[in-house]
């Protein structure tokens, strides 16, 4: 199946509920919307599902952010998968976010935007997979907070899935993670425009942002092979253009209010609040779990991957050698369907 015949198979729909949603916080949003892309046909037993958790900036359709996992042959097939990604609430592609109006107010949220956690991620897709007739996930997988949202949802709904795989993601965001989100967020309130209630607000700071970031998603040895200067040169150096442009990109794309409440929800994750502690919650996962680490990871490191296998029943560890840092989830394709394939025989 060519990249053109995926797309032909793509679905992208708006899921609309007026149900009140209580979230952790003990606030209560006034229904939601999530948007959501599917590839492939649902089967008849409502069982031949691909779940996949998007990272913080994506969006809801993966044949534009993994190419290397979707397609004829490849690990998701969509002439055998039913392939599923809602985007995450507080995001700006088409779920219920920060820019949306406020029915109480009748204007954009803005600052007021009550943000979710990865757990009431998990609770808010629930309505919509009952709609789309699904009875089992044969297989959630999903990367930094993509991972976290699912370990969310196999603790809620153990039978659920089949298999789960978590890939470069935490039981509980640390604090050197918080630190790295907290200084994000600072770089966006520095902003002189951030106060102002306008879609475009705090986006020099955004850009900031994502540039304070990108030095915790990639590694020492990823800059030093991409981003190596003449040694003539006395400025103008590759890496400040490298991250002058990762931060103009993203403000093509994104707002800064998505990022920054996306951003408290990361921070906000514990799977074990209010459930006896983590190692607690993580016993209570049935699925045949593969939890998978990047090596050069240094923002959700190996020993929060190996303390997701020391307490997840049955699970196992697979470590991927990776250049790219934590970014290796979204780019080492080959070795994480190899990993995955070594782990369920078959999908």
Known sequence: MHL???????????????????MESGK???????YY?????????GDNVIWIFHALTANSNPAEWWPGMIGEGKLFDPTIH????INMPGSCYGSSGPLDINPESGEPWYHEFPFFTPRDMARAYRPLKDALGIKQIRLGIGGS?????????????PELFKFTVPIATNAFHSP??????????????TDSTWHEKNPAAGLAGMKTARSLALISYRHYSAYASTQEDGIELLEGFKSESYQRYQGEKLAKRFNAFSYYFLSKGMDSHHVGRGRGGAEAALK????????????TDVLFPITEQQYLADHIPGSRLAVINSSFGHDGFLLEYEKISKAILD?????
């Open 4 to 22: 053109t015949e995926v797309e032909s198979e793509i679905k992208q729909n708006l899921f609309k509920t007026d149900q009140q949603f209580l």
């Open 28 to 34: 209560s949003f006034p229904g939601y919307h999530l």
């Open 37 to 45: 892309t599917t590839i492939g046909k649902l089967n008849e037993a």
């Open 82 to 85: 039913f392939i599923v990604c």
């Open 145 to 157: 907070m993509g991972g976290q949202q699912l370990l969310e949802w196999s603790i809620e709904e």
């Open 176 to 189: 050197w993670g918080k630190a790295f989100n907290a200084s994000q967020r600072l770089c966006i309130e």
């Open 284 to 295: 209570k996962i049935q699925a045949q779990a593969l939890i998978i680490g990047i090596e």
């Open 343 to 347: 782990f369920t025989g078959t999908l």
